[in-house]
């Protein structure tokens, strides 16, 4: 089974900066899900929504959120096997767990409606304290 798995969450300080990575595991190793998907991340804390943060089009296109807007970046390697999220000037706010997911291209941008993205990473824990 096609899977999404994040890595490079853990704890920093306020101010401080993180980026995370999300690549593709499973039975199609190619970077088509990536490259030819729309990307997104995601980030939820506990008993609370599932929210967008940053999208990125197959057009290359990237949006975000305004609680972020500015201070996080998403972004995609060249070979386009791996998202990005750079995140910079990191606030307790951003305290969550980080989601990438994958959907059609279609109507790619943030907002987004986690219910219309069908591929998923098991997630990666940011905790912004001091």
């Known amino acids: 089974e096609v899977k999404l798995v994040e890595s490079g969450g853990g704890s920093v300080e306020p101010g401080g900066s993180m980026q995370l990575s999300c690549t593709v595991a499973?039975?199609?190793?190619?970077?088509?899900?990536?490259?030819?998907?729309?990307v997104t991340w995601f980030r939820q804390e506990p008993g609370k929504r599932r929210e967008a943060v940053a999208a990125?089009?197959?057009?290359?296109?990237?949006s975000y959120s305004d609680a972020v807007k500015g201070r996080f970046t998403i972004s995609k390697n060249g070979a386009q096997s791996e998202l990005y999220l750079r995140m910079n000037n990191l606030k307790s706010e951003d305290t969550a767990v980080y989601y990438c997911a994958a959907m059609g291209p279609s109507s790619c941008g943030v907002p987004a409606d986690p219910d219309t993205f069908g591929l998923w990473g098991q997630g990666t824990q940011v905790t912004v304290s001091s």
């Open positions: 499973g039975s199609y190793p190619g970077n088509r899900y990536i490259r030819s998907n729309c």
């Open positions: 990125l089009a197959t057009s290359g296109r990237a």
